[in-house]
């Protein structure tokens, strides 16, 4: 089952400018993580932002938690052509045992920058 | 070495066939695990091995199945497939099978069921 959502499902921008997508889930969670997808390729790991962390920044890339709402954001800054792909969030959300055995993904954003 | 590998890349098979996927890392990640991803939706978990015994199966068909001969290694046997099988299917592993970790995938196989 998928608790998140992202949202725009869809974002496309302009070489330069930011880019800002946003995750929201629905239970308690112990991190929460994005990953890049290209085009029918595999995913790649950018960051992972832990439950009592509120902000990360890994190069152009800068993620807030709000485990209050219950959502996080991407922001990715100065956006290149290159960044052109899908970006999924996982959580990994605790089972009814306590467990946290696997990821929750959210639909996605596909984001398009033109040049 | 930080890599997934998956072979083949591309496979085209008839529902009576009998084919393998197969999964490689060398990072000595001791989870690993096997996803099926249709175009533009996230990855849908399959299964997961721990230590190389089967940790999680989320309800796969008996059409699939995972095989783990040693840490380094993940198979997936398939056999009478049907068409809405047709999907990526990507391999990924980690360091522990807790979410605690990233998770590293390989490029993924393109399976076309005919």
């Known amino acids: 089952s998928q608790q998140g959502e992202e949202d725009p499902q869809a974002l496309s921008i302009q070489e330069g400018e930011n880019a800002t997508m946003n995750c929201s889930y629905k239970?308690?969670?112990?991190?929460l993580q994005w990953y890049r997808q290209n085009s029918g390729r595999g995913l790649v790991h950018l960051i992972l932002?832990?439950?009592n962390e509120r902000e990360k920044h890994s190069g152009r890339l800068r993620v807030t938690l709000d485990t209050s709402k219950k959502s996080s954001s991407l922001l990715i800054t100065a956006s290149r052509a290159a960044d052109t792909a899908s970006y999924f969030c996982?959580?990994?959300?605790?089972?009814?045992?306590?467990?946290?055995?696997?990821?929750?993904w959210g639909l996605g954003t596909s984001l398009a920058v033109n040049p | 070495d930080t890599e997934v590998t998956q072979t083949p890349k591309h496979l085209v098979m008839g529902m009576t066939n009998k084919k393998s996927l197969k999964c490689e890392q060398h990072m000595g990640h001791r989870a690993m695990y096997w996803y099926k991803q249709k175009a533009k939706k996230p990855p849908e978990l399959m299964f997961v091995?721990?230590?190389?015994?089967?940790?999680i199966n989320e309800s796969v068909p008996s059409r699939f199945s995972p095989e783990c001969p040693n840490s380094s290694l993940l198979n997936l046997h398939l056999h009478a497939l049907q068409p809405e099988d047709s999907a990526l299917y990507l391999c990924a592993s980690s360091l522990r099978i807790a979410g605690y970790n990233e998770q590293f995938f390989g490029p993924g196989t393109r399976l076309t069921v005919l």
């Open positions: 239970t308690s969670i112990n991190n």
């Open positions: 091995y721990s230590y190389e015994k089967l940790s």
């Open positions: 996982a959580t990994a959300a605790l089972d009814n045992a306590g467990n946290n055995r696997k990821l929750i």
């Open positions: 932002i832990r439950s």
